[in-house]
């Protein structure tokens, strides 16, 4: 049975209290104060309230190394802490462990030079600024990243970006000052060594907002999710990420990590939605019993304990796994919690929207807004088609002694 260390029990002691006195009571606040913003871009004033707290509290950067602020915990022990903050909607953000800031802030720690770090990094790890991460384009199948067409050119001192991108989260975000960008620099190069990383300032000449981008009508803002339109953007040539060609290195670095972050939030928000289908049922009655009375509901309720269980154990295993022989070989295990974990919270929250009837469906019990989230991290860090395929190719290529029937 896997055990956590005394440290990460002690962190999950204190975000739990700390998500009961803070987070939980100020859902609604945070909710209200952004309908009366006069700009729906901006973010409300609890969270600086609440973030503010939590550095205080020494809850902050959990993800990250002691030496940058952060706890200094193995990607196992930090498992169970981002189930706890993605309980609720607001609670990575608190806590400064929201994507795609912790994604970026990671690819900055390793990949970035010193005047990077100086000035975005530092920034970031003190939650004064947002950033995103802009990779998906609406013009071709991006399942398939190698199909990248936003140009990077080399010209003279500097480089030159032109093209279109979508689904970049962060982006509408009035405090994201950072477009860290994956693009085509050598059309010509192995396939994997034709798409360099760069670092793009949001206000730089020729970065234009198109659209906001929704999920199922949500817009999600102040994060939000952007078209971005590239025009002859120009940027020093200090701005490229380890160098020409290294998009993909990057890439595998900085998801891996992310991937168990985004599985372990889908865990919380499944068991909040279980939760709150338990108490649902313990108060309504239909045809002269207690819902958790009927044999349909108990089956629901049975189900869902089921599918959470068996996602944050396979979840716990592949952050195990990355810290014990690596991200290389868990990738099997990295590649399965991705498509496990979305898939099973969505079944959850699709139960308890059921056994709510038509509240369910509404905004007031956050779980229609809750399930169209899970249901896009099915698309998030790839689709789940990609993962499958990798999965299979995998097995196939395992050598297994002929053992008939």
């Not at 990243?145 to 480089?159: K, S, V």
């Not at 905004?363 to 229609?368: I, K, N, T």
Request: some cysteine; aromatic content about 8%; glycine content about 10%.
């Amino acid at each position: 049975m896997f055990e956590f260390s005394p440290r990460s029990r002690d962190y999950q002691a204190r975000l739990r209290a700390f998500m009961d006195e803070h987070v939980y009571p100020n859902e609604k606040v945070y909710w209200d104060q952004h309908a009366a913003l006069a700009d729906r871009w901006d973010s409300p004033p609890i969270i600086e309230e609440l973030k503010a707290k939590a550095r205080a509290a020494g809850l902050w950067n959990l993800f990250l190394p002691e030496s940058h602020e952060g706890a200094g915990l193995s990607n196992f022990d930090y498992a169970p802490l981002c189930e706890i903050m993605g309980r609720s909607y607001i609670g990575p953000e608190v806590f400064n462990c929201s994507a795609p800031d912790t994604g970026n802030m990671e690819v900055l720690e390793r990949y970035g030079t010193a005047e990077h770090k100086e000035r975005w990094l530092a920034p970031l790890l003190r939650g004064e600024i947002r950033s995103a991460f802009s990779m998906t384009e609406p013009d071709v199948a991006s399942s398939d990243a190698t199909n990248m067409r936003l140009r990077i050119e080399r010209r003279g001192g500097e480089y030159v970006l032109n093209g279109r991108k979508w689904w970049t989260s962060g982006g509408g975000d009035n405090r994201c000052k950072l477009l860290i960008v994956m693009g085509l620099s050598d059309p010509d190069g192995p396939r994997h060594q034709r798409h360099s990383m760069i670092l793009v300032p949001k206000d730089a000449p020729g970065v234009r907002l198109v659209r906001s981008l929704t999920v199922f009508g949500y817009e999600h803002a102040p994060c939000g999710h952007f078209e971005i339109e590239y025009k002859d953007v120009h940027v020093p040539l200090s701005n490229m990420l380890l160098g020409e060609g290294r998009g993909f290195e990057i890439a595998q670095g900085r998801l891996g990590p992310g991937r168990i972050h985004h599985c372990m939030r889908m865990i919380g928000v499944a068991e909040r939605g279980l939760e709150a289908m338990i108490a649902r049922v313990r108060q309504r009655t239909a045809f002269g019993k207690l819902l958790a009375e009927q044999g349909t509901i108990r089956e629901a309720i049975a189900l869902s304990r089921c599918d959470i269980e068996q996602a944050r154990l396979l979840t716990l295993k592949a952050a195990h796994m990355m810290d014990t022989v690596g991200n290389k070989a868990a990738r099997a295990e990295i590649a399965m919690i991705k498509v496990v974990a979305p898939n099973a919270a969505f079944r959850v929250l699709d139960r308890a929207i059921q056994v709510h009837g038509g509240a369910g469906v509404s905004d007031d019990f956050g779980l229609a807004g809750a399930w169209t989230f899970a249901r896009a991290v099915r698309f998030t860090d790839g689709p789940d088609e990609v993962h499958l395929a990798g999965i299979a190719k995998l097995e196939l290529a395992r050598e297994l002694p002929a053992k008939p029937w």
